[in-house]
DNA sequence: AAGCCGTGGAA
DNA sequence: TTTCCAAGGCT
């Protein structure tokens, strides 16, 4: 065993930390752990996971739910997909497997939403297979280790540093070998300014040596999102507000929001008025009860919110797109958006 | 393969 | 304010 093994192992025996999935090892949790934790921290994915397992507590409760009813409990995690393809996925093992997840990465990465490095770290963790759990932390850690350059995000990089980890973990103890792995990454050697003298690592390692640290990992794409700009519509009748479900292919698929109309960001201030009118397809523009000026932007999202009221022509107009009227006390039911949640809490909409 | 999918925290 | 990016995966 390497002494980068045999220092890592030996400093987790006293500095583990204590996370709900990590005490018993039941395969489902730790799955649904992996699942919520991608792209995520443990802060913001915790809560989710304690909410998300009560209401769930096994493969079949969650096979048997409505998929509404998983979205909701993923309300303002984000990347929706992770909830729909483990509803999927629940199914799927309750046909294929009797409601068990299966022990190989090979096995595991045939289920949806598991990808190369969920497969390693339920098989490792779970099952104890041999196989290292290359994640955002181990690619840090070991690239600054040894000062390699080789960018992470291409195919070369990904299959340099798995066949590396796979090696180090040799014939050790492999779920407590990717778990150290995270630790360290996430408390110790973190993007930015990492806590060497904290490191067990720090002996041997290549970055600290040159001090160089802050140049690794390397990534040969930088990442940059388009800007966007969302007019939510609040369109109601005597009971009900409009509502519609956001269709594959965008953001926020499968979850709910109030009718939208979107302008790009160069458009002028209104077009979103003239974009109503002709949906309506009437003369008269529909009137506006009031509005919020940029209400937030989140991100490169810029989110505008409009009361309306509408002809009852225009109504039924709008009724054509795949418009559901929702009862005022139905609303809270549904899974919207972050932005939108905010917006219904901010405004007091959500309730009657 | 490159682009996309969310949100929140830190600097 | 802007930028980065966190226990990735899908198309």
Redesign the pocket.
């Known amino acids: 065993m390497t002494a980068f093994t045999t220092k890592l192992l030996r400093w987790y025996q006293g500095h583990q930390?204590d996370?709900p999935?990590?005490r018993q090892n039941d395969p489902y949790k730790i799955w649904v752990?992996?699942?919520?934790?991608?792209?995520?921290?443990?802060?913001?994915?915790l809560p989710y996971y304690q909410r998300f397992i009560h209401r769930f507590p096994d493969v079949g409760s969650l096979a048997n739910a409505a998929e509404q009813d998983v979205l909701k409990h993923w309300?303002?995690?984000?990347?929706?997909?992770?909830a729909r393809?483990m509803h999927a996925a629940a199914r799927q093992l309750c046909n294929q497997y009797g409601g068990a997840l299966p022990k190989t990465p090979e096995a595991l990465?045939q289920?949806?939403?598991?990808?190369?490095?969920?497969?390693a770290?339920i098989a490792s963790i779970a099952f104890g297979h041999p196989i290292a759990a290359i994640?955002?932390?181990a690619?840090?850690v070991l690239s600054r280790y040894f000062a390699s350059s080789l960018p992470i995000?291409?195919?070369a990089g990904r299959k340099y540093f798995q066949d590396l980890g796979n090696q180090l973990l040799s014939d050790g103890p492999s779920g407590d070998f990717n778990?150290a792995l995270?630790?360290v990454?996430?408390g110790i050697c973190?993007?930015?300014?990492p806590q060497c003298t904290n490191c067990p690592l720090i002996d041997e390692c290549r970055a600290y040596s040159l001090s160089i640290q802050d140049a690794f990992?390397v990534?040969?794409?930088?990442?940059?999102?388009?800007e966007r700009s969302f007019h939510f519509l609040w369109v109601e009748d005597e009971n009900c507000v409009a509502f519609e479900q956001r269709q594959a292919g965008?953001?926020?698929?499968g979850?709910y929001q109030l009718p939208l109309i979107e302008q790009r960001p160069a458009d002028s201030k209104n077009a979103w008025l003239k974009t109503l009118t002709k949906l309506t397809d009437t003369k008269v523009a529909p009137q506006l009860v009031w509005h919020t000026r940029h209400l937030l932007?989140?991100?490169?999202?810029h989110i505008y919110f409009y009361k309306l009221r509408l002809t009852r022509q225009q109504t039924q107009a709008l009724s054509n797109k795949s418009i559901q009227w929702v009862p005022f006390n139905n609303i809270a039911a549904l899974p919207v958006?972050?932005?939108l949640?905010?917006l219904l809490q901010q405004k007091g909409l959500a309730r009657h």
């Not at 752990?33 to 994915?45: A, D, F, K, P």
């Not at 289920?111 to 497969?119: L, M, S, V």
């Not at 973190?190 to 300014?193: D, I, N, Y």
């Not at 932007?297 to 999202?301: K, P």
């Open positions: 930390r996370l999935w990590r752990s992996e699942v919520i934790l991608q792209q995520t921290r443990v802060e913001q994915g309300q303002g995690l984000g990347y929706y997909s992770r393809n990465r289920i949806k939403g598991i990808g190369p490095y969920t497969a770290a994640d955002g932390n690619y840090r995000d291409s195919s778990q995270m630790d990454g996430a973190t993007p930015r300014q990992p990534k040969s794409k930088s990442l940059q999102r388009r965008d953001i926020w698929q979850l932007t989140h991100q490169n999202l958006p972050r932005p949640e905010q």
